[in-house]
């Protein structure tokens, strides 16, 4: 059963950083493409970013070039996101996924709450 665990959310002010985790079990972490997704309310899901398995290739938003870092561990089976100069804009609740590049689709875990707000 794939289970995925996110942390490191919490209510930061513009500018500020925050550090996602996403820890993974339940299937081969290494050998999967892994993205970060959010969802802010009222509206549906908007992808982030992803890190291809392999190559580690990444992709962003647009929004959020030169500002986050998605990274993996896979000795850890872990996922992140540092999120650097956070926005008003960023808020929302950040979850994980398998899947492919760009996708909202996928598994995910109950997500963890970014809140920026001055």
């Known amino acids: 059963e794939v289970q995925l665990v996110e942390s490191g959310g919490g209510l930061v002010q513009p500018g500020e ?9 339940g299937f081969k972490f290494s050998t999967y493409t892994m993205n970060w997704i ?34 993996r561990d896979n000795a850890k089976s872990t996922l992140y996101l540092q999120m650097n100069s956070l926005k008003t804009e960023d808020t929302g609740v950040y979850y994980c996924t398998t899947g492919v ?18």
């Open 17 to 25: 950083s925050l550090r996602l985790s996403c820890t993974a079990s």
């Open 101 to 118: 590049v760009r996708s909202t689709g996928g598994p995910r875990g109950q997500g963890t709450q970014v809140t920026v707000s001055s």
């Open 38 to 71: 959010r969802q802010v309310p009222g509206k549906g899901f908007e992808w982030v970013s992803s890190i291809v398995a392999g190559t580690g290739t990444e992709y962003y938003l647009d929004s959020v070039k030169g500002r986050f870092a998605i990274s």
